[in-house]
């Protein structure tokens, strides 16, 4: 359990280490991306037909 904590913890820094090295302009167009799609998903309506064999 303590070594899969280890593992996580070193996996967070790793990821927040490589989210600093990105610019500005990287990191404005991975938001901009991720709300159109939040966007998109929050107009969704999902419906269910179902399948009918011919």
Do not use: C, V, W
């Not at 500005?24 to 269910?48: C, D, G, P, V």
């Amino acid at each position: 359990m303590e070594n899969q904590k280890k593992q996580f913890d070193k996996a967070e820094l790793d990821l927040l280490k490589e989210g600093l090295k990105r610019s500005y302009k990287e990191r404005f167009e991975m938001a901009t991306r991720l709300y159109k799609i939040q966007q998109t998903m929050a107009k969704a309506n999902i419906s269910h037909k179902p399948f009918i064999q011919k």
